[in-house]
């Protein structure tokens, strides 16, 4: 598969790499994999040749970039380099078996099904039309714009508002919407959703503020990827040492809806139609530590890893000190 790596140099400012195992090799021309993705939209090249055209003889060590013992700096996998308020960052939850066991724990008090499981066995129901059908509607969340977006080695804050913060390990497609207002999908890439899981277990009309939090994806985005059944592993690092780990898999033959059943949904809005805009939509987390009772400590490094997608993503978390500040608006 075709990966690519977006990067920065404190000269060299922005480049793009593709992937070949230990080695880098920049472009020559696109700074980023949306100007990339652009470019070879209007010569009419899917985005693999346009990279792999590109490609120049100019080769990095990916060791010590990934390690962090270069100046070079992985930055996130995708995003839109000039204005990132025009990429839309968002979810769908409730896709897969684990995450709607999980919500079901936090919300049960009867012993009588949730409406999180009711929406899980929705999408077993009506999630996986025929093609060229439409299913039914998935959960949908909106995490925030692409200044939230983190790369590979960057932190995830908890801000002092919130009450928890925790990985979720998923998969998530990049977009750009082409001149005509038709979503394209650029590729896809891990990455780690991050949520505030007790604020949302309070009540689950609290899902949406629970959302609202950084998030990474990366270190590759992978341009030809495989969907299907995509296995993973989760870890959380304390001091060097796993504190938790878990074996994952996503990929559409272990989820409740379609690949294209969840893009129909997310796009069939006129407001995520528009010409020049960018995409990052996860796809659902297969388990988290929350669910099985872990704490997340400030330092502790959380670690996402797909097959095919790359090398890992690490991120460590950062935990504000409490105390929330009001914020006082003033008339004009």
Not at 102 to 122: C, F, L, P, V
Not at 176 to 187: F, H, L, Q
Not at 215 to 226: F, M, R
Request: hydrophobic residues 35%.
């Amino acid at each position: 598969m075709t990966r690519l790596i977006q990067l920065r140099h404190p000269t060299h400012n922005r480049r793009v790499a593709l992937v070949a195992d230990n080695s880098l090799h920049l472009l020559s021309t696109y700074r980023s994999v949306f100007e990339l993705a652009q470019a070879a939209m209007e010569a009419g090249l899917s985005a693999v040749s346009a990279a792999q055209n590109d490609a120049s003889d100019r080769k990095l060590d990916y060791d010590s970039i990934y390690s962090g013992e270069s100046e070079w700096r992985i930055l996130a996998a995708f995003d839109h380099p000039s204005e990132p308020a025009r990429c839309l960052v968002s979810g769908t939850g409730l896709t897969h078996k684990a995450s709607a066991e999980n919500r079901q724990a936090m919300h049960k008090d009867t012993g009588t099904i949730t409406d999180s499981m009711r929406m899980y066995e929705s999408g077993l129901e009506g999630g996986r039309p025929e093609p060229g059908k439409i299913g039914v509607m998935p959960e949908w969340f909106y995490k925030g714009l692409g200044t939230i977006l983190r790369g590979h080695g960057d932190p995830l804050a908890v801000p002092a508002y919130a009450e928890d913060g925790g990985e979720e390990p998923e998969i998530a497609g990049a977009y750009i919407i082409d001149s005509s207002g038709a979503p394209r999908r650029v590729g896809m890439m891990a990455g780690n959703e991050f949520s505030d899981h007790k604020i949302e277990k309070k009540n689950y009309l609290y899902l949406a503020p629970s959302k609202l939090r950084t998030c990474a994806i990366g270190p590759e985005i992978v341009l030809d990827a495989s969907f299907q059944a995509v296995p993973g592993l989760v870890r959380v690092e304390r001091a060097g040492k796993d504190v938790w780990s878990k074996g994952i898999v996503s990929g559409e033959e272990k989820m409740s809806h379609t690949l294209a059943n969840l893009e129909h949904h997310h796009f069939k809005y006129e407001a995520h139609r528009r010409p020049g805009d960018a995409h990052v939509h996860f796809f659902g987390a297969d388990a988290f530590s929350f669910g099985e009772g872990v704490t997340l400590q400030d330092g502790d490094q959380m670690i996402v890893e797909f097959a095919g997608f790359g090398r890992a993503l690490r991120n460590p978390i950062h935990i504000e000190p409490r105390g929330e500040t009001l914020i006082g608006v003033k008339p004009v």
